[in-house]
Nanobody
Framework: QVQLVESGGGLVQAGGSLRLSCAAS????????MGWFRQAPGKEREFVAA????????YYTAPVKGRFTVSRDNAKNTVYLQMNSLKLEDTAVYYC?????????????????WGQGTQVTVSS
């Protein structure tokens, strides 16, 4: 069982930055690809970004490309989501997730473990 704990959310003005962190309990962290998803009120949970086990491969949804960066530190069992140039539409609860799969990292159903989420609110 992998436990994931997100942190780093908060309130930020449009154009600002936040860095989310997700700490994993699993010692074999490198067995897992990691993903970030978000869910805005009244909307489905959607894919944001993912990173493979080594950190060499990253994936992003189009609306965040060039603004968000996903990275991981396997020595610390932690994955990060650096969010720059934040927009009002980035407001959501952000979740990290873990999977041993190597493909389909943009699908919710690929992931076996989820964190509790952290709120990101972007104000005008």
């Amino acid at each position: 069982q992998v436990q994931l704990v997100e942190s780093g959310g908060g309130l930020v003005q449009a154009g600002g930055s936040l860095r989310l962190s997700c700490a994993a309990s699993e010692r074999a962290f490198t067995n897992y690809a990691m993903g970030w998803f978000r869910q805005a009120p009244g909307k489905e949970r959607e894919f944001v970004a993912a990173i493979n086990w080594s950190g060499r491969l990253t994936y992003y949804t189009a609306p965040v490309k060039g603004r968000f960066t996903v990275s991981r530190d396997n020595a610390k069992n932690t994955v990060y989501l650096q969010m720059n140039s934040l927009k009002l539409e980035d407001t959501a609860v952000y979740y990290c997730a873990a999977t041993q799969a190597a493909y389909g990292l943009d699908y919710r159903s690929t992931y076996d473990y989820w964190g509790q989420g952290t709120q990101v609110t972007v104000s005008s």
